[in-house]
């Protein structure tokens, strides 16, 4: 099952890494990942997405809570959260293909960052799926020639419990 994990920890250097090296050294792969500063400049809000059981995420879990520099860990999902991602796209197209385009942007709220002749620049904020289906009707249509996307991020909805930053 695909879980998301926030963790707060301490902003500072190889916090990240000491993460990192827990999955890799226990063989868990890591689907995405995503880290920042928080309001808190001296915590970082690392959000993570993996896929296991929920044993498998319990023992991650607790292994992450040994971690010096983890403040608190939270898997987000079995509880009410939001969950985006963004998705930077270079595009390339006919003109014919501009009335379809035009439709695909209006119809996922795409923002057009630049639109030099043939070749656009679009951002697309979804949750995975949705970023996914936009790339499959656009292969339809023009030619994607560049895909960033951020990974995951994701916040639990209402008060938060036992977090700060």
Request: charged share 25%.
């Amino acid at each position: 099952m695909r879980h998301i994990i926030s963790i707060l920890l301490q902003n500072e250097a190889g916090a990240l890494a000491r993460v990192a090296n827990l999955f890799s050294s226990r063989g868990f792969n890591i689907e995405s990942l995503n880290v920042a500063p928080t309001s808190n400049t001296l915590v970082s809000r690392l959000t993570l997405v993996t896929i296991g059981s929920d044993e498998v995420i319990d023992q991650i879990t607790k292994q992450l809570g040994k971690l010096v520099d983890v403040v608190s860990i939270r898997d987000l999902t079995a509880t009410e959260h939001t969950e985006r991602e963004l998705a930077l796209f270079k595009v390339r197209g006919s003109d014919a293909a501009e009335g379809a385009l035009a439709k695909l942007v209006e119809r996922y709220g795409i923002r057009v960052l630049d639109d030099s002749g043939p070749h656009h620049t679009m951002e697309l904020i979804g949750d995975g799926p949705e970023i996914d289906r936009f790339i499959e009707e656009a292969a339809d249509l023009i030619d994607v020639e560049a895909v960033a996307r951020s990974g995951a991020m994701a916040v639990s909805r209402g008060a938060p419990i036992a977090e700060a930053g």
